[in-house]
């Protein structure tokens, strides 16, 4: 009796082709799941509402429901980082393109309620592009979004001889998906560029 086994072997152009299939599958993940400069924030975090105050009257998050939102906390007085991340959001939306541009909405909320009216907020946000949002509220409505959405700020003793104060606060832009849900989330130092391509990304997924 002829006890051995069968001699299986898997031809070379099925190895081949196996080896194609599993390489084309892997490219094909890493173009279904793009890279962002930004921190990914997986699962996406549902975020509170609120309603401040703006140049027209009050203004809503949720009103921004399908839009995709971008939310700063500053203040108009701000010598540097505010307008700094402000002009990167618009100069990143115009390399975008007018159409993509459109499915974005960016919330300039200044934490200066001492200063910054919902006027001089709006006026402020609207130097950078027209179609930013500029809102503020008492200091009541100011402690409670920024602890909802994590933001940490503080009014500074205004100086003897100018009576000017500073502000210190945390300076980052939050994303919000068009469920307003957070889904990134960009340091102070982001360039035009990585935001382009993250606001790129976000649209065709």
């Not at 921190?39 to 401040?52: C, D, E, H, Q, R």
């Not at 939102?69 to 500053?74: I, P, R």
């Not at 008492?138 to 003793?157: A, D, F, S």
Request: proline share 8%.
């Amino acid at each position: 009796m002829n006890s051995r086994r069968p001699n299986f072997r898997v031809p070379l152009f099925i190895l081949a082709a196996l080896v194609v299939i599993a390489a084309g599958a892997l490219v094909y993940e890493r173009i279904k799941t793009p890279t962002y400069y930004g921190s990914v924030i997986s699962p996406p975090k549902a975020m509170p509402g609120f309603t401040l105050q703006s140049a027209n009257g009050p203004v809503s998050l949720d009103s921004f429901r399908g839009k995709y939102v971008l939310v700063y906390f500053g203040y108009t007085s701000c010598p540097d980082i505010c307008p700094i991340t402000l002009a990167t959001l618009t100069e990143a939306l115009a390399k975008l393109g007018t159409k993509e541009a459109e499915e974005f909405q960016v919330i300039f909320i200044s934490v200066d309620y001492k200063r910054d009216t919902p006027q001089i907020s709006d006026a402020f946000a609207k130097k950078f592009n027209s179609n930013f949002i500029g809102l503020s509220g008492t200091e009541n409505q100011i402690n409670l979004v920024t602890q909802e959405y994590g933001i940490y700020y503080k009014l500074n003793p205004p100086d003897p001889a100018t009576g000017f104060y500073s502000v210190d606060h945390t300076a980052l832009v939050q994303v919000l998906n068009p469920q307003g849900e957070l889904i990134l989330i960009w340091p102070f130092g982001m360039q035009p560029d990585q935001e382009t391509s993250d606001l790129a990304a976000l649209v065709s997924r």
